[in-house]
């Protein structure tokens, strides 16, 4: 009897102890992520957010970024229109292909919220390697180079289809990038890439204009009046 008696609370002391190991291993979800300013005190963050609005429209020196834009859901704080300095006036996105629906959609959400106005970016540059790759296969099969009517139908239609992402993705303007020269086949490229420009300015009057690179490479001069602001990378005018 004895050893059944001792058998017995060993075994009730068992019993105990898992009971008290079931509660301590019992799962818990725990919440990582930090609450955003919004989430802890909504009113003083519509606050700030009425103080930047306030001074973006007043007279200040004009804060403009760039980032990439991408087709894929984005996985990083730098993927998002939304995460970019509130500082900024502008926020200009490259699109190397197409603009994903959840970055997309922060383009109308920035600005209402923040007051920061967006563009797409027209690159020059990018149609220019198209062509020199295109002229560069041709050489490979023993062609003649391409014309200089064949280069406006190119560089016109290349522009066209950057420029078309602007209302496609409901961007408040473009940026448009030029850095190439204004002699001889050149000069063909640029009028084809001004000429798309202006037919878009036309069509969109409100949709904003900006201007990087050589701007004293331009040949119509007088389209530059229309850029609300002409960026000049350092050292390219001194060319």
């Known amino acids: 009897m004895k050893i059944f008696k001792n058998i017995s609370i060993m075994a009730s002391a068992a019993v105990m102890l898992l009971c008290g190991y079931s509660e301590w291993t019992q799962p818990e979800n725990l919440n990582f992520r930090p609450l955003t300013p919004e989430e802890k005190d909504p009113a003083g963050y519509a606050e700030y957010l009425a103080a930047i609005r306030e001074y973006k429209a007043s007279e200040h020196n004009v804060m403009i970024l760039t980032m990439e834009g991408t087709s894929e859901y984005p996985s990083s704080q730098n993927q ?23 970055i997309a959609a922060e383009i109308p959400a920035v600005l209402e919220k923040k007051g920061t106005k967006t563009l797409v970016y027209v690159d020059y540059a990018v149609i220019d390697s198209a062509w020199t790759a295109l002229e560069d296969k041709r ?37 448009v990038s030029f850095q190439g020269t204004k002699t001889g086949i050149a000069s063909v490229k640029q009028t084809a890439l001004f000429d798309a420009l202006k037919a878009f300015h036309e069509a969109n009057p409100e949709k904003e204009l900006v201007f990087r690179g050589g701007a004293r490479n331009v040949i119509d001069q007088e389209f530059l ?12 005018e001194r060319k």
């Open 80 to 102: 998002h229109i939304m995460a970019m300095p509130d500082s900024a006036d502008y926020v200009c996105v490259k699109i190397e292909d197409n603009l994903h629906d959840v």
């Open 139 to 175: 050489a490979d099969n023993g062609e003649a180079p391409g014309t200089e009517e064949e280069a406006s139908v190119f560089f016109k239609k290349q522009a066209e289809a950057q420029i078309a992402l602007c209302n496609q993705y409901g961007f408040g303007g473009i940026m």
């Open 225 to 236: 009046n229309e850029f609300k602001y002409i960026i000049v990378i350092a050292g390219e």
